[in-house]
């Protein structure tokens, strides 16, 4: 029987966690010229079905969101509750956390044909319709990987810079 392999369609997006997402979005509109950045909260009520390693988990979470060709970069500031995104920055300081993926025709295919290789979910969770995991790839591939399910179009920012 020959194995299924998961095959990613595109890599999206890269991941910055910051101690300051004021500060990191003027630094990266400054010294990069990368911008317009669109300034959205993921906490609850909006923010649900939360989970860190298995765990339910309420966490929220404040991201920066922008274009650079076909790649996003995104910015997140950590808030309340425990999240990867806290271990990280205790761990490590501010820096690169994940790559993402957004073209997927099944996220829990995804995530299933990754459990069958050992390879478990980190954090999870739905924010307006979007579906996210974070595998435990770092330690496999270097890197935590992303995947990402999007309903409909993203929400109006809260807030934008510049």
Known sequence: MVEE????KSIDQVCVVV???????KQYWDILGIGPWSIYTFAPP??????VR????????KIALAQVGSMTVELIQPLEGESIYKEFLAQK???????????LDDLDRAIALLEKRGIGVLQSG??????????????TLG??????????ERPKPEATYP
């Open 93 to 103: 300081g501010e820096g690169l956390h994940h790559i993402a993926s957004f073209q």
């Open 54 to 61: 298995g765990k339910s988990e309420c966490f929220s979470m």
């Open 126 to 139: 739905t924010w307006e319709g979007a579906s996210f995991a974070y595998m435990d790839t770092e330690k």
């Open 5 to 8: 392999k998961l095959r990613l």
């Open 19 to 25: 101690g300051d997402i004021q500060k990191a979005v």
């Open 46 to 51: 909006r923010l649900t079905d939360t989970t």
């Open 143 to 152: 890197a935590i990987i992303e995947f990402v399910k999007r309903v409909g």
